[in-house]
């Protein structure tokens, strides 16, 4: 495994940030870290890259221990913070060449790395700018370039895409997603469309404890029992009208000539809403069968949360 936690516990004076957890990343897997703000995220995070020690229980990265190897731990994991920490008088590839040095690389494999993070990281055409002249898209591509200089195996972003507008979250997923085709990548985000564009799976964690921890897919299954068909006519008609239907828990009028029909996962309604509404002259305009919204799979996980 590429990262195991094991009954990891982190607590600040009497407040458990982080409570008893346990999950394992097998490598060339992009884990997506999920959990409001103040579950715990960021805590777990810090702990995985040595940057605080836990208060009981264990994490190992590629082996190593985050506590008995901790340089150990930093050669083997890229780290981008939520609050990208770049210092913005130097330029582009100044800092690249600092970064890289910290990581001991020297001469010409240094300045290989450096050419190679500019181009994966789509850096070209800012190389020359002050960190400080550039956008804040721009300004993340730079942290994961820092954070992939020495060629880590595990790659930890802490809500990597916060802040960005659509262009940027687009080009920046596009490269996290091309990144994870050869590293580990651990995820962390509250955002769900996130989770659908990047993720083979997913941890759920809300006031320190973990509620889920599943494939994507699967989650969806074993969180999911109704089953929600849209449909749209040509003509309005009441609830009533619905009512012949059987298997119907609900239904839901969503605006004029729109509805929402609502039933148990396991039945299909398709074919019985095509035939009531051909025998009644009504022409069915749209008709779709919605899937199961991640939005709503995680505020059933985290309902309780009041975090800010």
Same mark, same amino acid.
């Given at each position: 495994m590429?990262?195991?936690?094991?009954?990891?516990?982190?607590?600040?004076?009497?407040?458990?940030?982080?409570?008893?957890?346990?999950?394992?990343?097998?490598?060339?897997?992009?884990?997506?870290?999920?959990?409001?703000?103040?579950a715990?995220?960021?805590?777990?995070?810090?702990i995985?890259?040595?940057?605080?020690?836990?208060?009981?229980?264990?994490?190992?990265?590629?082996?190593?221990?985050?506590?008995?190897n901790?340089?150990?731990v930093?050669?083997?994991?890229?780290y981008?913070?939520?609050?990208?920490?770049?210092?913005?008088?130097?330029?582009?590839?100044?800092?690249l060449?600092?970064?890289?040095?910290?990581h001991?690389?020297?001469?010409?494999?240094?300045?290989?790395?450096?050419?190679?993070?500019?181009d994966?990281c789509?850096?070209?055409?800012?190389?020359?700018?002050?960190?400080?002249?550039l956008?804040?898209?721009?300004?993340?591509?730079?942290?994961?370039?820092?954070?992939?200089?020495?060629?880590?195996?595990?790659? +930890?972003?802490?809500?990597? =895409?916060t802040? $960005?507008?659509?262009?940027?979250?687009? @080009?920046?997923? &596009? !490269?996290?997603?091309n +990144?994870?085709?050869?590293? =580990?990548?651990? $995820?962390?985000?509250?955002?769900?469309? @996130?989770v659908q &564009? !990047?993720?083979d799976? +997913?941890?759920?964690?809300?006031?320190?404890?973990?509620?889920?921890?599943?494939?994507?897919?699967?989650?969806?299954?074993?969180?999911?029992?109704?089953?929600?068909?849209?449909?749209?006519?040509?003509?309005e008609?009441?609830?009533?009208?619905?009512?012949?239907?059987?298997?119907?828990?609900?239904?839901?009028i969503?605006?004029?000539?729109?509805y929402?029909?609502?039933?148990?996962l396991?039945?299909?309604?398709?074919?019985?809403?095509?035939?009531?509404?051909?025998?009644?002259?009504i022409?069915?305009?749209?008709?779709?069968?919605?899937e199961?919204?991640m939005?709503?799979?995680?505020?059933?996980?985290?309902?309780?949360?009041?975090?800010?």
């Open positions: 590429s990262v195991e936690v094991t009954h990891l516990t982190k607590t600040f004076n009497r407040q458990k940030a982080v409570n008893d957890i346990s999950f394992e990343v097998s490598k060339g897997e992009i884990l997506g870290f999920l959990g409001p703000n103040g715990g995220k960021s805590t777990t995070m810090k995985a890259t040595s940057y605080i020690p836990p208060t009981s229980g264990h994490v190992k990265i590629c082996g190593f221990d985050v506590v008995d901790p340089m150990k930093k050669e083997v994991v890229g981008l913070p939520e609050h990208n920490p770049l210092y913005l008088e130097m330029y582009v590839r100044e800092y060449h600092f970064v890289g040095g910290i001991g690389l020297k001469g010409i494999q240094l300045k290989s790395r450096v050419e190679e993070m500019i994966l789509g850096l070209g055409i800012e190389q020359n700018k002050r960190i400080e002249a956008s804040k898209g721009y300004r993340q591509r730079v942290g994961l370039a820092q954070a992939l200089i020495h060629d880590p195996e595990v790659l +930890i972003l802490d809500e990597p =895409t802040g $960005l507008d659509p262009n940027q979250l687009l @080009e920046v997923r &596009a !490269l996290i997603k +990144i994870g085709q050869n590293k =580990t990548v651990v $995820l962390s985000t509250h955002i769900m469309q @996130e &564009a !990047l993720c799976r +997913i941890v759920v964690i809300d006031k320190g404890k973990i509620v889920a921890n599943d494939q994507l897919d699967q989650l969806k299954n074993n969180q999911t029992t109704l089953n929600k068909v849209i449909v749209e006519l040509d003509k008609v009441d609830e009533l009208f619905w009512g012949v239907l059987k298997h119907i828990q609900k239904v839901e969503l605006g004029k000539k729109n929402a029909l609502i039933c148990a396991e039945n299909d309604i398709r074919k019985d809403i095509f035939k009531l509404v051909s025998e009644n002259g022409v069915l305009l749209g008709m779709k069968q919605e199961a919204n939005e709503n799979i995680f505020q059933k996980l985290t309902k309780n949360t009041t975090g800010k």
